[in-house]
């Protein structure tokens, strides 16, 4: 029944480590995104794919990485991660305006 | 440089009053502009989207006004109620690719009972 899922919820991993977040969304959308939210909760988009292609890459470190293997799933990986890195993560998605979120996933790098 | 903001960090109200909440923007011309609702360890729920041709639009208790002179938007919640407790972003599109939102840092609403 779950519109816009991710896991994990939760990330806890150390400096240097590669980690990656999933996404999958039943909504039919064909645009999906991935958002950053910071600790002073200023939400910032990072990345969005139409139909498997990237249409909007902030600018982000090249250490992240989104993946699109069909319109249904955008997942997120990072090399190398820093201690900035640390945030909550969310996938959205849309048709054609309204964006719906995901629950968010807590990655804390330390 | 482009710039969204919310100018309460915070409002507290009481139950029943008509909350307001403001979102001022510069050097944009955004083709919409959205609200949305986010509640603690949750994602964001969208609200409304007004466009730029729109002056006004209503959900329920909710009212959004958009004022492309101004640069401004203002939200409105009338009879408040505690359950309306919650950060409240506003978001601009950026223009350009679709869904390419701009967010405001958000207010956060507190409706006493």
């Known amino acids: 029944d779950t519109a816009v899922s991710q896991t994990p919820k939760y990330l806890v991993t150390q400096m240097g480590n590669d980690k990656s977040i999933k996404c999958e969304q039943n909504?039919?959308?064909?645009?999906m995104y991935w958002y950053k939210q910071d600790s002073k909760k200023f939400l910032k988009i990072m990345f969005s794919y139409n139909n498997k292609e990237l249409i909007i890459n902030e600018t982000v470190p090249n250490r992240f990485s989104p993946k699109s293997p069909d319109k249904a799933h955008l997942n997120l990986h990072i090399n190398s991660l820093e201690l900035g890195d640390s945030a909550v993560y969310f996938c959205?998605?849309?048709?054609?305006?309204?964006?719906?979120f995901g629950p968010g996933t807590r990655l804390t790098v330390l | 440089s482009q710039k969204i903001e919310q100018n309460s960090e915070a409002l507290n109200i009481q139950e029943g009053k008509t909350a307001t909440l403001t979102c001022n923007y510069t050097n944009y011309s955004p083709a919409y502009l959205q609200w949305y609702r986010q509640d603690p360890g949750r994602g964001p729920v969208f609200l409304l989207l007004i466009r730029e041709n729109e002056k006004e639009k209503r959900k329920e208790r909710l009212k959004v006004t958009f004022d492309t002179t101004l640069k401004q938007s203002l939200f409105h919640i009338t009879a408040s109620q505690p359950a309306d407790s919650a950060t409240y972003l506003c978001?601009?599109?950026?223009?350009?690719?679709?869904?390419?939102?701009?967010f405001g840092k958000g207010t956060k609403l507190s409706v006493k009972p």
């Open positions: 959205a998605s849309s048709h054609p305006d309204e964006q719906f």
């Open positions: 978001a601009l599109a950026k223009g350009g690719s679709q869904g390419n939102l701009i």
């Open positions: 909504l039919g959308h064909d645009t």
